[in-house]
C-alpha cells in the first residue's frame, strides 16, 4: 500500500468503519487493512513477488471469493492489485472457486427460450440429425443458405430437441431487429433472459462470459448477416473465455472462425410424389382449406407450384395463402406464368433467389393497392408493432387509418405478417426475407418520411410513458416500452443522424425524459451509452443537456460511481440554472444530493434534498414520481442518522400518495422506507413482512436498483430476528445483484458497515463455515429460487439437508443426483426418468462438476453428510 491509502485506511477507521466495510470500498483483502492499522505511520511501499500468484494473494483470492463468491477476475485483480497476466490469475481464481466451493447459479427462468409456432414442422429430418452430430462434436455450427430457406424455423426445431442435451438448455437469440451492431452483446443479454447485466467496469461480453463460464448451453444466434463482423468477434469472445458454451448461427454467410463447421440448408426436394416441399404444400393449405389433401386429382398441380418455386418453404408458404380465392390448378398455372415473366426480368442473382422474389412479387402484385402500401410502410418497424403503431406511422390520405386494421387481417391471411398475442395484447411480426422486399418498395423520399413518424411515434410512446408513469397505468406503461425496445433503438438512430436543424423529436428526449427506463427492461449500461452519444452532440441545445446530464449522473451515482458522476451532476446544475429551469435544477439537486449521503456528508445531503424537494413542490404541474424519489432518499438519509420518526413520515406520506393513484412502482420504494424504518428501530418481524411486499411489489418490473435494496433488506431483517441461515443466503444473492448493476450498496461506506453489522450478528450465530456456505447458496441462486426464498415458499421436493448443498443443481439434476444416490447406473435412470442415455452423462457430469466431486458414488456420501449436518433450529 502508498501513503495515500494508509491516511485513507486510518481515517475510515476513525470514522467507525469495520475492517470489513474498508476492505469492500477500498477494494483491499482485509489483511491488508489490518496490517496498515498496524503501522503507526505509513509503511514502505511493500508487494508479493509478481510473474505468478503468491500464496499471499491466494489468501486473498480465497478470503474473497469466501465473502463474494460472484466476484469477476477483473475485480479480483483490482482487489488484490494484480498487474501481471490475466490468464495466469484466472487460472488461480478457476483454483480457488473449485477450493471454495463457488459456483454459477442456473440461468433465469425468463427470456427468449425457445420460439413456438403456430405451423407445423414440415421435414428436415436429415437436417436435424446433421445439425445434433455437428454440435455434439463441435462447439461453433453455423447453417447458411438464401433468404426464405428456412434457416430460422430450421434453428428453433433444432433447439426443441436439443434442449436436454445441454444441461443449462437452449436460449434462441433474435438479431433480425438489431441494427446497431454495437448492440450486440445487450441482444444476447435479453435473449438469455439476464435483467441485470451492468456492470461498468468491464465489457459487457465479460459480464455475459462470467453468467455463462461453467454453464453447459446452447445459445442460438439467428439472422446474423447484416452484423456479422460483430457476431463473429462475439462467438470468438465467448468460445475462447468458456469450454462448454455451443453456437448454433443462421447467417446468409459464414462466420469465417477457427473450428467453424458449416451446414448449407438447401431447399426442400421437389422430386418424386410424396416429397417433403409437396409435404409442406400440404400442411400449409390445409391451414387454409381444412380437409386438404395431396391426391390424385391435384398432385401434378402441387409438385409444378413446388417446381416454380424452387422448393423454398417461404415461397410455397406464400403460395398457399392464395388457396384462399384460387385451385390448386389455377394456382399452378397463374403462378408459372408469373413466375417465368418476373424471373425473366430479374438481374443477376441466384435462380432460387429469383424464384423467391418472383413468388413475394406475385404476392405483392396479389394485394390490393392498400395492402401494398402497408406492407411497404410496416417494414419500417423493428422487432414488432400493433394495431395502434400502424396506424400511427402509415395510415396517411392514401392508406386510411381506418382501413389498416382489415389490411392487417390480410396480411396475415396472406402470411405476409405473423400475429402474436401475450397477456390479451396482439402484435405483428415481419420475416426479414419479406421485410427487405417491402423496404425495397419504397422509395427514398417515402423512406425518409416514414422514418421521421416512426420517430415522432415513438416520441409520443415515451412522452405518453412518462406524462402517465406515476398512475395506475404504470405495469402497462412497462411493457409497452419493453415490447417497443428494438422501435426505441431505431428511433434513436434515426433522431442521431438528422441534421442539427432539423425539427420535431430529438434523441435527448428520447433517453433522458424516462428517467425510469432501468425498469422497462433497458439496460443502465445502455442507458448510459445513448445519453452519452447523445451528449456527443455540439448542437445540443443548454435545456437538452442539463437533462441528459442529470439523467446520466443519477444513473452513475446509484452505481457507486460518484467521481465520475460529481462532474456530470454539477455541469446539468449549472445549465438548469442558467436557463432557470425549476424541474431540471430540482432534479440535479436531487442527484447531487444522492451522492452526498453515499459519501457520508449528511449535512450537505439533507441541505441539497431539501432544497430539491422544495422546489419539486412549488411546481404543482411536475411529475409527482420526482418528488416522491427526493422525499425516499430523505427517508433513507434521516433513517441512517437515526431520526426515524421523521423518516417515517417521508416514506408514510409517499405510500398514501402512490396507493391514491394505484402507483406501483415507487411504492414499492416506500414500502421499502418503512421496512428500514423497521430494522433500524428493531422491529424485525415487521421489517420481514415489509421487505417482501416490496420485493412483491417489484416482480412486475426489471428494477436492477431497487430489487437488489429489497433482498438486502430482507437479510437483515432475517438476522435481526435469528433466522442466520436465511439472511447469509440473502445477503449473498443481493451481493450478487448488486454487483451485476454496480457497486455494493451504491458504492457507500456507511452502507457497507451496515451489512457488515448484521452479517457479522449472523456469522456469530452459524460459524464462518456455514455463513460461507449460506452466502454461496445466496449467489447460486436465479431469481425464481431466490424469491421463492424470500417470501417463504417451500420447496418440497428437496429435503431440508439437502437444500444447501443441491440449491445450485436444476429440478432436473436433482432428481438425477438422488437416482445417483441410490446406486441407479445411467441406462437405469434414463429408464426411470425417460431421458435418453446420453442425457442422463450430461446431467451426471454437470452435477459432479457444479458439487465440486471427482465420482458419482461421492454423490450419495454428499447427500448423506448434508442431511447429518443440516441445522435442527
Known sequence: MNADEWSEIHRLYAAGMSIKGMAAHLGMSRNTIRRALSFDAPPPDHRPGRGSVTDAYAEQIRSLLADEPGLTITQIGQRIGWERSRTTLAKRVDRERQTVGGTAGPLPRTGSAVPEFATEFIGRRAELRELRELLGGHRLVTVIGVGGVGKTRLAAQTAVELRRAFADGVRVVELASLRNPALLPQAVFDGLGIAHRDQPDRSAVDALVEHVRTRHMLIVLDNCEHVLEAAARFVDDVLHATSRVHFLATSREVLNLPGERISVLNPLSTAGDRTPAIALFESRARDVLPGFTVDDTNRDAVRRVCERLDGLPLAIELACARLRVLSVHELAERLSDSVDLLSTRGRGGAERHQSLQAAMSWSHELCTREQQLLWARVSIFAGGFDTRAAEAVCADEALPA??????????????????????????????????????????PEESERLHRRHLEWCAGLVTESVRSWFSDEQFEISERLRANLANVRKALETALALPADAHGPSAAELVSAPWFLWACGLSAREHAMWLGRVLEREDLGPARRAAALGTLGLVRTMQGYRSAAEPVVAEALELARRAGDVPATAFALDAQGLGAFFDGDHRRAETLLTESLALYESR?????????????????????????????????????????????????????????VAVTEERYPEAIELARASLCLKRDFEDSVGTPLAVELLGWAEAGAGSAARSAALVGAASVLWRAFGQQLYGSAQWMARRDRFALRARSELGNAAYAAGTRRGAAMGMTELLDLALDRSAPDVPEGEIELVAVLSPREREVARHLAAGLTNRQIAAALVLSHRTVEGHVEHILQKLGLQNRNQVAVALAAARTTAPTG
Open 620 to 676: 404543482p404541474d411536475v411529475r409527482g414520481d420526482l418528488s416522491c424519489a427526493v422525499q425516499v432518499h430523505l427517508g433513507m438519509l434521516l433513517c441512517f442518522d437515526g431520526r426515524t420518526s421523521e423518516a417515517r413520515r417521508y416514506f408514510d406520506d409517499v405510500r398514501r400518495r402512490c396507493e391514491q393513484v394505484g402507483e406501483r412502482w415507487m411504492l414499492s420504494y416506500a414500502v421499502f422506507g418503512q421496512g428500514l
Open 402 to 443: 381506418g382501413s389498416v386494421l382489415d389490411c392487417l387481417y390480410d396480411l396475415v391471411g396472406k402470411s405476409i405478417l405473423q400475429r402474436e398475442e401475450s397477456r390479451g395484447r396482439v402484435r405483428f411480426r415481419i420475416l426479414e426475407t419479406i421485410r427487405e422486399f417491402g423496404q425495397a418498395m419504397l422509395s
